[in-house]
């Protein structure tokens, strides 16, 4: 199995509700990763994490709520939320050690917010 | 710091031509890994290649090849013989290393576009 699959594909909230993207992967990779990517722009990453703990947190919002429950999954929990949040949210995985090996990312869950 | 470039915002090209898709890149580190990705319109991220600093030799994959050189700090891309189907935004992207995780730092894109 090599891929990153998340879930949902497309999400519609209103910016008083909560909900969870979701990011699972079974190739062992022990780094997981969630990047921001608007419209017509490079993905940014928001938050790393290795071996399940938090490595990096690109000073993302606290309405943006990571969690990494075991090796194999990685979610990201929303609450109030802003328009501007609206983007595409990818979730990649690769090996932990140095150069990236295996980078791969999942399809994204296209996320408006309204 | 470390920096992407792709200063190709867009190009446009006719079914069968042979197209180039610049990166140039800056770091301080000696030992670096360098990656392309394809973006359809579905939004994917595709991995196509990843390359370490120390490994300067041309790559081909199919009508896909890459251009590494370390003396003017680039990593270009050529398609040969291009297909409405290589219609994408190329990514260049490069780690930042650190241990037990890797940061991807992206060029801004170049999208291409392949006409019948």
């Known amino acids: 199995d090599t891929e990153v699959t998340q879930t949902p594909k497309h999400l519609v909230m209103g910016m008083t509700n909560k909900k969870s993207l979701k990011c699972e992967q079974h190739?062992?990779?022990?780094?997981m990763y969630w990047y921001k990517q608007k419209a017509k722009k490079p993905p940014e990453l928001m938050f790393v994490?290795?071996?399940?703990?938090?490595?990096i947190n690109e000073s993302v919002p606290s309405r943006f709520s990571p969690e990494c429950p075991n090796s194999s999954l990685l979610n990201l929990h929303l609450h109030a939320l802003q328009p501007e949040d609206s983007a595409l949210y990818l979730c990649?995985?690769?090996?932990?050690?140095?150069?990236?090996?295996?980078?791969?990312f999942g399809s994204g869950t296209r996320l408006t917010v309204v | 710091a470390q920096k992407v470039t792709q200063a190709q915002t867009e190009i446009s090209v006719v079914e069968k031509e042979d197209v180039t898709l610049d990166c140039v890149y800056e770091t301080r580190d000696t030992t670096y890994y360098l990656f392309w990705y394809k973006q359809p319109p579905s939004g994917e991220l595709v991995f196509l290649i990843r390359?370490?600093?120390?490994?300067?030799q041309n790559e081909i994959s199919g009508r896909y090849s890459w251009n590494f050189q370390k003396s003017t700090s680039s990593f270009n891309f050529t398609i040969t013989a291009s297909q409405v189907v290589d219609s994408a935004v190329y990514f260049c992207?490069?780690?930042?290393?650190?241990?037990?995780?890797?940061?991807?730092?992206f060029g801004a894109g170049t999208r291409l576009a392949v006409h019948p």
């Open positions: 990649a995985s690769s090996q932990a050690d140095s150069g990236g090996r295996g980078y791969t």
């Open positions: 992207a490069l780690t930042q290393l650190s241990g037990g995780y890797n940061k991807l730092i």
């Open positions: 390359r370490n600093s120390f490994d300067e």
């Open positions: 190739m062992g990779h022990r780094a």
């Open positions: 994490y290795s071996y399940e703990k938090l490595s």
